[in-house]
């Protein structure tokens, strides 16, 4: 199994629609996935129809164990989706409670990446979609990873968001033994406005290492999908948006591949 984590501190980057995106994608081409949604707020779990203040069972129920996760407990919490080839493991509002906890103190931050250990055999990939905020929850996802996707919107404020969500990373990755590669995506970009013009450059000549030469455009048919429930390409997979999906996903998938052969 290969597991990617959706990650940005700032909020309303595109975090959830990339993780939707980039799963759906890889479950129409026959992947088996699971998606995993530690944001308090649940939106993924919303896309798919599933009420996070309402769930009785989510991935809270895994940090419920000292650290240690029981034999079975993380297949038990998986939910259907709109796509046959995609499971969620679901978040809940009670998730709240750990995110302001500090990861070292309270040693909970291994909990996915032992949860996904028990699902190795059954899923080809792990899409982790993460919430706005540096706490158990971040350090769970960036710790579970072995490639880090940064959706960052094209406005002049994100570049700062940026700067901390790149800083974070380096904490993580001292207690890590191989450092996790990272791929800044520009988001929401609209070709005619000079915020969008101006930040896409900045952010090439800042991270040229580390930068997507792509971008995701602005394009109302991601929002229509999450109306209806369905992956982006579900929805419409001639779109301008899925259209970009796919060659950021093909990006991914040669990174991942050279990272196996080295
Ligand atoms: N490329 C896009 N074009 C148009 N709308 C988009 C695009 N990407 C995301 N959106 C919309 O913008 C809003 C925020 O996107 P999303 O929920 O993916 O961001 P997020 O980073 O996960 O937010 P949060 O930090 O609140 O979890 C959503 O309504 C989503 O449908
Ligand atoms: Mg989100």
């Not at 998606?35 to 809270?60: A, I, R, W």
């Not at 129920?61 to 998986?78: A, I, R, T």
């Not at 791929?183 to 406005?193: A, C, G, K, S």
């Amino acid at each position: 199994m290969r597991v990617w984590a959706v990650a940005n501190q700032k909020g309303g980057v595109g975090k959830t629609t990339t993780s939707i995106a980039l799963a759906g994608l890889l479950a129409d081409a026959g992947k088996r996935v699971v998606v995993v949604d530690l944001d308090p707020h649940g939106s993924m779990t919303s896309y798919f129809g599933h009420n996070p203040d309402t769930l009785e069972h989510s991935s809270f129920d895994l940090f419920l164990h000292k650290g240690s996760v029981p034999e079975g407990l993380p297949g038990q919490l998986l939910l259907p989706t709109s796509h046959d080839n995609i499971s969620l493991l679901p978040s809940s509002t009670a998730l709240a409670t750990l995110e302001r906890q500090s990861p070292g103190q309270s040693g909970l931050g291994l909990v996915i990446a032992k949860s996904l250990a028990q699902l190795w055999q059954d899923f080809d990939y792990a899409i982790i979609d993460s919430p706005p905020l540096l706490g158990v929850l971040m350090v769970n996802a960036l710790a579970a990873s072995q490639q880090l996707v940064i959706p960052v919107q094209t406005e002049y404020l994100a570049v700062k968001g940026l700067e901390r969500m790149v800083s974070t990373l380096a904490m993580v990755n001292r207690s890590r033994k191989q450092a996790l590669p990272f791929h800044i995506v520009p988001t929401l970009f609209d070709r005619r406005t000079q915020a969008s013009m101006g930040t896409l450059r900045v952010l090439r000549d800042s991270y040229p290492e580390n930068i997507w030469q792509g971008y995701i455009p602005v394009d109302t048919r991601l929002r229509d999908a999450s109306r209806a429930g369905l992956t982006p390409s579900q929805f419409d997979g001639k779109s301008r948006g899925v259209t970009a999906y796919r060659a950021l996903l093909k990006q991914l998938l040669t990174h991942n591949a050279a990272a196996q052969v080295a």
